[in-house]
């Protein structure tokens, strides 16, 4: 019953985790496609709940960099997968950066990016039918596979230290043919905003980056914020950064503290509690993430880990005097 609320129901395309802080927001916001001095490669694996079996899990291959003054594109292949459901899906996006200030040493920075992406939806019911399981009309007892198409639009705002992000995920309404349609509504849109700003203290190798993140869905009315911190420490052969990041719904879940016959029920929302540490060397990205749910009820113990692996190619762009990690690293 926890489930829906982790990743907001099983939705469409990429689930929203804490990802996009260890040098990742483009998995977030299309409009992220070369916007950096480097060109882009990351690799990421999540798996949850150790202790329970089929439980989700999640990989990313993402791949993006600038061509030209202008554009930007890139490319993302994901597997998620959850119980008996699971997608396979490709993104392929296009960016376009227009420059805003009179010359290339201050950043004020407008972008646009769109994702264009087919995936296949697979819901594997075979184990539902046959002796010793009860007679349901709407078990076909078949894996079910549907293929759909995805849309998702984004902008970016870069001004010095400060940038915002925002993005409409899943602009095409769309029926999911291995859902009942008095299960699921066509409408999967849902919307992305981040905000982040770097504070970086004079005579320092130090910076600090505050950021926060909300998304809503449209038809159910979910939300949730994400509150975050970053630290960066630069090196002479590269760069050292973490943070902690706390997660909360504004929507909340009713259960029974006591047993079925009790009336008495209580509320809780969602909650996380994620740090993450990362290392930038010679061009590569390490970087590790544990989210821990800090809630009475919960599916297992064991939190939710996440590994990611990075390499930063091409020529540096780094023009900007600013310290700005999204743009600069």
């Not at 090196?235 to 006591?258: C, H, I, M, P, V």
């Not at 930063?312 to 700005?324: E, I, L, T, V």
């Given at each position: 019953m926890c489930t829906p609320?982790?990743?907001f129901?099983?939705e469409r395309?990429?689930?929203?985790?804490?990802?996009y802080?260890?040098?990742?927001?483009?998995?977030?916001?299309?409009?992220?496609?070369?916007?950096?001095?480097y060109?882009?490669?990351r690799?990421?694996?999540?798996?949850?709940?150790f202790?329970?079996d089929?439980?989700?899990?999640?990989e990313?291959l993402?791949?993006?960099g600038?061509?030209g003054?202008?554009v930007?594109?890139?490319?993302?292949l994901y597997?998620?997968?959850?119980g008996?459901?699971?997608?396979?899906?490709?993104?392929?996006t296009?960016a376009?950066?227009?420059?805003?200030s009179?010359?290339e040493?201050?950043?004020n920075?407008?972008?646009?990016?769109?994702?264009?992406g087919?995936?296949?939806e697979?819901l594997d019911?075979s184990?539902l039918?046959?002796p010793g399981?009860?007679?349901d009309p709407i078990i076909?007892?078949n894996?079910?596979?549907d293929?759909?198409?995805?849309?998702?639009?984004?902008m970016s705002?870069?001004?010095?230290?400060?940038?915002?992000h925002a993005?409409v995920?899943n602009?095409?309404?769309?029926k999911?043919d291995?859902?009942?349609?008095d299960?699921?509504t066509d409408n999967?849109?849902?919307y992305?905003l981040?905000?982040?700003y770097?504070?970086?203290?004079?005579y320092?190798?130090w910076?600090?980056?505050?950021s926060?993140?909300?998304?809503?869905k449209?038809?159910t009315?979910?939300?949730?914020g994400d509150i975050?911190?970053?630290?960066?420490?630069n090196f002479?052969?590269g760069?050292?950064?973490g943070?902690?990041?706390?997660?909360?719904?504004l929507?909340?879940?009713e259960?029974n503290?006591?047993?079925?016959?009790s009336?008495?029920?209580s509320s809780?929302?969602l909650?996380?509690?994620?740090?993450?540490?990362?290392l930038?060397?010679?061009?590569?990205?390490?970087?590790?993430t544990?989210s821990y749910?800090a809630?009475?009820v919960?599916?297992?113990?064991?939190?939710?880990?996440?590994v990611?692996?990075?390499?930063n190619?091409?020529k540096?762009r780094?023009?900007?005097?600013?310290?700005c990690?999204t743009?600069?690293?």
């Amino acid at each position: 019953m926890c489930t829906p609320f982790v990743v907001f129901s099983q939705e469409r395309g990429i689930p929203v985790y804490s990802d996009y802080l260890t040098d990742n927001l483009y998995l977030l916001h299309p409009s992220m496609a070369g916007a950096a001095q480097y060109g882009k490669i990351r690799l990421t694996g999540r798996t949850q709940w150790f202790d329970v079996d089929d439980a989700p899990h999640l990989e990313t291959l993402s791949a993006n960099g600038r061509i030209g003054d202008k554009v930007g594109v890139g490319g993302i292949l994901y597997n998620d997968k959850n119980g008996r459901f699971s997608q396979q899906g490709f993104f392929g996006t296009f960016a376009y950066h227009i420059l805003m200030s009179r010359d290339e040493i201050d950043l004020n920075q407008l972008s646009f990016g769109l994702n264009v992406g087919i995936a296949q939806e697979s819901l594997d019911e075979s184990d539902l039918i046959g002796p010793g399981q009860p007679s349901d009309p709407i078990i076909s007892g078949n894996k079910q596979k549907d293929v759909y198409l995805n849309v998702d639009f984004g902008m970016s705002y870069y001004f010095m230290e400060f940038s915002a992000h925002a993005t409409v995920k899943n602009l095409i309404p769309q029926k999911r043919d291995i859902f009942s349609e008095d299960f699921e509504t066509d409408n999967q849109r849902s919307y992305l905003l981040s905000l982040a700003y770097n504070i970086v203290p004079t005579y320092s190798n130090w910076s600090f980056e505050p950021s926060v993140m909300f998304q809503y869905k449209e038809v159910t009315n979910e939300a949730l914020g994400d509150i975050n911190g970053k630290a960066y420490y630069n090196f002479d052969w590269g760069q050292l950064w973490g943070g902690l990041s706390y997660r909360r719904t504004l929507n909340g879940a009713e259960y029974n503290k006591g047993d079925l016959s009790s009336s008495s029920a209580s509320s809780q929302k969602l909650q996380y509690i994620t740090p993450f540490l990362g290392l930038n060397y010679k061009g590569f990205v390490f970087a590790y993430t544990y989210s821990y749910q800090a809630n009475n009820v919960v599916m297992d113990n064991s939190g939710y880990h996440q590994v990611t692996l990075g390499y930063n190619f091409g020529k540096s762009r780094n023009r900007y005097h600013c310290s700005c990690p999204t743009i600069n690293q």
